[in-house]
């Protein structure tokens, strides 16, 4: 007599659900373990406002707030953020207005292609909340992992220290 083992369909297998809080609103995904949280957000969430520059930790082009804090979502697995508050771009700005420092960004011409752009702002964004950045300088030296290619930097920081020093960063 044969029997026949029912296997589940191949995209199950080792799947892992996990539940995300994003933009302030629980998702439940079901993703490979090895699935980083950015592929997760792009690819399982439509999220595309988070960018995948060098996929290595070193652009900050994907850039995104966890608990508060800024983090590089091509470094971190899916898996490991279960039951986090995640941040991307596209919550920046909740009540449909730009955030601040979008409307700086807009302002100061701080973007060329814009390519780091979604980055740059959840860096700045999370620098503000992790209460680091004073002085100019500090906000130089804190957003000296996010690269932008085209050479708006000094723009990036112009526009980052008015928000700051308006106060108007939340």
Known sequence: MRTESIQPPPEA????T????????????SVKPWVTLLDAL??????????KGCDHGQCG?????CDGKRILSCLSLAVMKDGAEITTIEGVAPTGDLHPLQKAFIEHDAFQC????????????????EGKAHTEAEVKELMSGNLCRCGANTNIINAIMEVKNGGNYE
């Open 114 to 129: 814009g390519y780091c752009t979604p980055g740059q702002i959840c860096s700045a964004i999370g620098m503000f909340k």
């Open 42 to 51: 792009r690819e399982n969430l439509d999220l595309t406002g988070t960018k």
């Open 61 to 65: 082009a994907c850039t995104v707030i």
């Open 18 to 29: 996990v539940t995300l809080h994003i933009n302030g609103e629980a998702r439940t995904l």
């Open 13 to 16: 297998k080792n799947s892992e």
